[in-house]
């Protein structure tokens, strides 16, 4: 999730940094967040690929 760097808007999101997940631009690491159901499994890192319809 990309959005506001305000900690009071997310719940126990995480950096996504944390988790090897960047995005494909420039995006400040408390800005970009990465929340995970089960902290017990991996989580698959990489960059994210967005839909050709958004212009990333």
Same mark, same amino acid.
């Given at each position: 999730? #990309?959005? +506001?760097? =305000? *900690?009071? #808007?997310? %719940?126990?999101? #995480? *950096? !996504?940094? +944390? $988790?090897? &997940?960047?995005?494909? $631009? =420039? /995006? *400040?690491?408390?800005? %970009? +967040? !990465? %929340?995970?159901? =089960?902290?017990?499994?991996? /989580?698959?890192?990489? /960059? &994210? +690929?967005?839909?050709?319809? $958004?212009? /990333?």
């Amino acid at each position: 999730m #990309a959005a +506001r760097a =305000d *900690p009071d #808007a997310w %719940l126990d999101g #995480a *950096p !996504a940094s +944390r $988790f090897g &997940i960047r995005a494909p $631009f =420039d /995006v *400040p690491d408390e800005a %970009l +967040r !990465a %929340l995970t159901p =089960d902290a017990s499994r991996p /989580v698959a890192g990489g /960059v &994210i +690929r967005y839909a050709e319809a $958004f212009g /990333v």
